[in-house]
């Protein structure tokens, strides 16, 4: 262990699983203390206990970040338990397939809630102490969903495209206030819950090989690789980093 993050209480939303998990054991070995909050609150626990028992301080608890006074409470409940919030990552997300021609209302609706609504409750819930305190860090988890137009993925897309955007926003906000707002974003992700819905989803095979096809590497993300690049935008390395979207997809944007 290194401790690139330590001494840093970090909240990780959707950390009851996937990804989130990834990030959160990252950041735990690396020192930090780890808020896990996951709409999916036994997962959050499950999480933060393993944390705990390889040595970590963490908390895990249950919470719909599309919801202000759920979300608000659990980011009071992670300060309380292990101080002052010094990192957030807006992690939680959600995915459906879908074109634009038959989109289903609700689940447009709930992808926008927990995308961009959750980023930016998440955040207001974190960002009066950090302003107080003049020193923060914002990850925001985009997607290469935001950067180019998806196949089949309209409202993905969209929400992507406005984290991508209010990362941008929230770095001209706070960037005079000590924090720094970066996001990352990742391709497809195979062994996380949402990549295995996506690629297991019912697309004919023709259309998943055309998915596969466009990553240069010929293969998808682990989510360790993502959680890496997490760790860093999170630590003072990347200390001059703000409004800045570090692209991991193993080269499908560059083409
Ligand atoms: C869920 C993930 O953010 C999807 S974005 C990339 C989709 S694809 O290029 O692998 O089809």
């Known amino acids: ?17 996937g990804l989130g998990r990834a990030i959160s054991s990252l950041l735990a070995e690396e020192g ?41 409470s659990a980011a009071r409940q992670v300060g309380e338990a292990l101080g002052d919030i010094d990192g957030l990552v807006n992690n939680a997300g959600v995915a459906a397939l879908g074109s634009v021609h038959e989109a289903d209302a609700e689940s447009w609706r709930r992808i926008m809630n927990v995308n961009v609504s959750g980023v930016v409750l998440a955040s207001k819930a974190v960002l009066p102490g950090m302003m107080e305190r003049r020193r923060g860090v914002i990850l925001n988890i985009a997607s290469i969903a935001g950067l180019v137009g998806i196949r089949n993925m309209a409202a993905y897309c969209a929400s992507k495209g406005a984290v991508l955007s209010l990362t941008r926003q929230m770095a001209a906000d ?71 979207n570090l692209i991991l997809d193993g080269g499908l944007t560059a083409v």
Not at 175 to 184: E, H, K, L, Q, T
Not at 195 to 217: C, H, K, Q, T, V
Request: overall charge negative; cysteine-free.
């Open 1 to 17: 262990m290194t401790g690139r993050v330590s001494g840093k209480t970090i909240i990780v939303t959707g950390g009851g699983g």
């Open 32 to 72: 930090a203390a780890v808020g896990v909050i996951d709409v999916n609150g036994a997962g959050a626990e499950d999480v933060a206990r393993s944390l705990t028992e390889d040595g970590a301080r963490s908390i895990g608890l249950g919470a719909d970040v599309s919801d202000w006074r759920a979300i608000s």
């Open 174 to 244: 706070y960037a005079s206030f000590g924090i720094r707002i970066n996001s990352i974003s990742p391709g497809t992700i195979a062994s996380t819950e949402m990549g295995l819905r996506l690629l297991g989803g019912d697309e004919s095979p023709e259309a998943r090989s055309r998915r596969l096809a466009r990553y240069p590497m010929g293969r998808y993300a682990t989510a360790e690789e993502i959680a890496q690049a997490a760790l860093f935008m999170l630590s003072d390395e990347a200390k001059f980093a703000t409004g800045s």
